[in-house]
């Protein structure tokens, strides 16, 4: 069952079962409030095990660019399309958010995959000295570490 995020009154629902299940649910909300911000569009979840073809897509990206296998369990995904932008999101249970940024045609296209760390959560161990992660405050998730890299291949 599908969940559209709300930014304005911040729910844990779906998330209950991660030890940083607040921070998870606020930094999920922060990017509902983007998407709307930005492109007027609803942010939606999907329960993980009802996206298996998601979690392919971004499980192939990651192995296939950085040799990337999560160890967490993954709570919940989204995946759509604004503009000519195809975006993946998968929530995990440890804090961690995977998004997957992908133009899909335009003069220079923008390829990549971020990483984003929940407020007290530990930097996973499949990233551990492999990237730098800068902070950011938010007001829905409190103080969010991220990193991304460039996707190289064609996907």
């Not at 897509?57 to 995946?79: C, M, Q, W």
């Not at 759509?80 to 961690?96: K, P, R, S």
């Not at 930097?123 to 409190?142: C, D, I, N, T």
């Amino acid at each position: 069952m599908s969940y559209n995020v709300d930014f304005k009154n911040v729910s844990t629902v779906g998330l209950e079962s991660s030890p940083v299940a607040d921070a998870l649910a606020g930094l999920r909300a922060n990017e509902a409030r983007y998407f709307m911000n930005k492109y007027k569009h609803e942010f939606t979840v999907v329960p993980a095990n009802d996206s298996q073809e998601t979690l392919d897509y971004v499980n192939h990206i990651l192995k296939k660019e950085r040799d990337i296998e999560f160890g967490a369990r993954p709570l919940e995904t989204s995946h759509f399309q604004v503009e000519n932008i195809n975006w993946a999101y998968v929530f995990y249970e440890d804090g961690l958010e995977v998004n997957v940024l992908y133009t899909i045609d335009g003069p220079k296209p923008k390829r990549a995959v971020g990483f984003k760390l929940s407020e007290g959560m530990e930097v996973p161990k499949e990233l551990e000295g492999k990237f730098k992660f800068a902070r950011q405050k938010s007001k829905l998730a409190g103080t969010i570490r991220g990193s991304f890299f460039v996707i190289k291949g064609e996907y």
